[in-house]
């Protein structure tokens, strides 16, 4: 079985500051992927980034970065100077190359306050 | 680019009635799934296609509930007859082929409510 915990369920910053998402997961495969994907408060989910676990090299795009440490099972994701419009709530997601299912973590709901 | 359209985005309805959701995944895309989100139980896989055809169906609650994809660019989700806790955000997905590795894109989903 795979699972995948987002431990925060909510974080609070103000504008400009720096915000990581904790994501960790759990899966018996050698081969999976992961996902973060963010739902604004007008409801749809966007997907933002996938990692293969065989690649553990960081990325970085724009205010966004990610983390992937297979060592420790995490996938965190990292906001740099926080907008009011990254208010949203993230999903961490994991896919095994073995089962069908992608299977999502409970996410976390962040606000950015002005 | 056109995403995955669904209707409606919004359906209110009296328990004991039929509810049909309806998906377009992306042109190309052809693994097709259906989610619902809920407070309480949060995102939950319902259904997978591949080409077409139901691969996955273990997640579907009940018998109450039927899914179709009759051709590669249309998909319906059916609950006949409704119930109050089928109320939730239903969600479909699209996939670009068979690939573990690719992203699902996801719809903007329908939020339904059964009173």
């Known amino acids: 079985a795979q699972k995948v915990t987002q431990a925060q369920t909510e974080i609070s910053v103000v504008e400009k500051e720096d915000v990581t998402l904790d994501c960790v997961y759990e899966?018996?495969?050698?081969?999976?992927?992961l996902f973060w994907y963010k739902q604004p408060p007008s409801g749809e989910l966007v997907f933002l980034i996938r990692?293969?676990?065989?690649?553990?090299q960081n990325e970085i795009s724009g205010r966004y970065s990610w983390n992937f440490q297979k060592s420790t099972s995490s996938f965190n994701f990292t906001i740099t100077a926080s907008q009011v419009v990254d208010s949203a709530v993230y999903f961490c997601?994991?896919?095994?190359?073995?089962?069908?299912?992608?299977?999502f973590g409970g996410g976390t709901r962040l606000m950015v306050k002005p | 680019d056109a995403g995955v359209i669904q209707s409606p985005r919004h359906e209110v309805t009296e328990m004991g009635q039929e509810v049909t959701l309806r998906c377009k995944p992306i042109?190309?895309?052809?693994?097709l799934f259906w989610y619902r989100q809920t407070m309480m139980r949060g995102l939950e896989l319902l259904i997978y296609?591949?080409?077409?055809?139901?691969?996955?169906d273990s997640g579907m609650p009940e018998d109450r509930f039927s899914a179709k994809m009759p051709n590669a660019s249309f998909s319906t989700l059916k609950i006949q007859p409704s119930e109050p806790r089928d109320s939730a955000v239903y969600f479909c997905?699209?996939?670009?082929?068979?690939?573990?590795?690719?992203?699902?894109?996801f719809g903007d989903g329908t939020r339904l409510s059964i009173l």
């Open positions: 997905a699209s996939r670009l082929r068979n690939l573990k590795n690719q992203p699902q894109h």
């Open positions: 899966t018996r495969d050698t081969t999976y992927y």
């Open positions: 990692r293969n676990s065989f690649d553990e």
């Open positions: 997601a994991l896919q095994s190359n073995a089962g069908n299912m992608l299977t």
């Open positions: 042109s190309g895309h052809n693994s």
């Open positions: 296609f591949n080409n077409n055809v139901p691969i996955d």
